[in-house]
């Protein structure tokens, strides 16, 4: 069936972040927002369908994680990544960002090092900050307009206290596709130095043709005994504020400790609407999904295309996944402030590289996940920014 991408919808009203908090964020309330990850395309047909019914009863009480909902997970794994999971493997609570840092409690201590390649989706450094971990940045390379992992000069970086390695898969804010040899370089690094690895997988079913996530705990038994990977159904359809995420744990000793850390922080009572969109966009929601990375490729071709022409000392790293576009402004003289001062001045609300880390600088990232015309709109205000 047809799904509809073009028609702009008000969010006006909704508390939404993204529109919400612009005057807090950029200074003024008129900025057309590109810049926290979400989309501005309706929820599948399948999960609204969902949510009505499970409104219709009219006891939203206390709820348990039904089978339903882990077997939806393993289903899904299996269909779109190839990865057979035992379901039991399978823990879920409110949000990945906690069940994140219920992984920093469970398998660090304060003081010692979590290890993660940058400039990265900052939560992920700043989380185990503020729960009193260190936290050494292992810089991407740079490789013809991509980004690359580095195993062989990390190696040299880490410390006797690194007990977690943190991997972004597929990458946030650059949009890579780790390849296959990348991840298993990456997990000998891990087995080689001892280290458990957290896999934050959340934009893996996102993924362009010509491309294909392998989630990294599924090239071997030993890489998948040391590996906590995170996912959630919130940036594939869109669901975010429903608050339900999952962790895939195969050791039985670390499924422990996340559930003792999880309870610790009382991240065991689950969304039951959530757990409601979850099944239903596991099980029925494949259709709309290959139609929305459709028209994010068009989005994404037109974007780059747009820039070529108008605007050639950008440069950006074209995504092989999700909706976020890297761009590198830094041919352009401008200092971070600067870049920033004029993009608002021209009506643009977009999230400066340097959130993503001091690797950061001079970059800007883009979220192009929107109606074409408002795409449109928005690259025009672009022009006047940067030109």
């Not at 001045?345 to 883009?366: C, I, K």
Request: with cysteine.
């Amino acid at each position: 069936m047809p799904f509809d991408f073009d028609t702009p919808i008000d969010r006006s009203g909704t508390a939404t972040v993204k529109y919400e908090r612009r005057a807090a964020r950029f200074g003024q309330a008129d900025v057309l927002p590109l810049w926290v990850a979400d989309m501005d395309f309706a929820t599948p047909p399948c999960v609204v369908s969902a949510l009505t019914a499970r409104c219709a009863h009219p006891i939203y009480g206390y709820t348990i994680v039904p089978e339903s909902a882990v077997q939806a997970v393993a289903d899904w794994q299996l269909r779109r990544h190839g990865w057979c999971i035992d379901p039991d493997w399978v823990l879920i609570g409110p949000g990945l960002l906690p069940l994140y840092a219920a992984c920093i409690t469970a398998y660090t201590r304060a003081g010692e090092t979590v290890a993660l390649p940058t400039p990265v989706y900052d939560p992920l450094f700043a989380i185990p900050q503020r729960l009193d971990r260190q936290v050494l940045r292992l810089p991407l390379i740079q490789a013809g307009g991509l980004q690359a992992l580095d195993g062989a000069s990390w190696a040299r970086m880490l410390t006797p206290g690194t007990r977690l390695l943190v991997l972004c898969s597929p990458h946030n804010p650059g949009g890579r596709v780790w390849r296959t040899e990348e991840l298993a370089a990456l997990g000998e690094l891990a087995q080689r130095h001892d280290l458990l690895i957290i896999s934050d997988e959340i934009h893996a079913d996102l993924v362009y043709p010509g491309h294909r996530h392998q989630p990294i705990a599924s090239l071997t038994p030993q890489l998948a005994a040391r590996t906590i990977t995170l996912g959630s159904p919130g940036k594939t359809f869109n669901t975010a504020g429903l608050a339900t995420a999952y962790a895939i744990v195969p050791d039985a000793a670390l499924r422990a400790l996340l559930q003792q850390a999880m309870q610790a922080h009382g991240l065991e009572g689950p969304n039951l609407f959530g757990l409601a969109a979850l099944v239903a966009a596991y099980r029925e929601g494949g259709p709309w999904l290959e139609a929305l990375i459709a028209y994010l490729r068009g989005n994404r071709d037109h974007t780059l295309a747009w820039l070529a022409q108008h605007l050639p000392l950008v440069r950006p790293h074209p995504p092989e996944a999700s909706f976020l576009l890297w761009l590198d402004c830094r041919a352009l003289g401008l200092t971070d402030d600067e870049l920033m001062r004029r993009l608002v001045a021209a009506g643009l609300g977009l999230t400066p590289g340097r959130q993503f880390g001091p690797e950061g600088s001079g970059f800007v990232r883009l979220n192009y996940a929107l109606p074409r015309a408002r795409l449109d709109e928005a690259l025009t205000r672009l022009a006047i920014a940067l030109k």
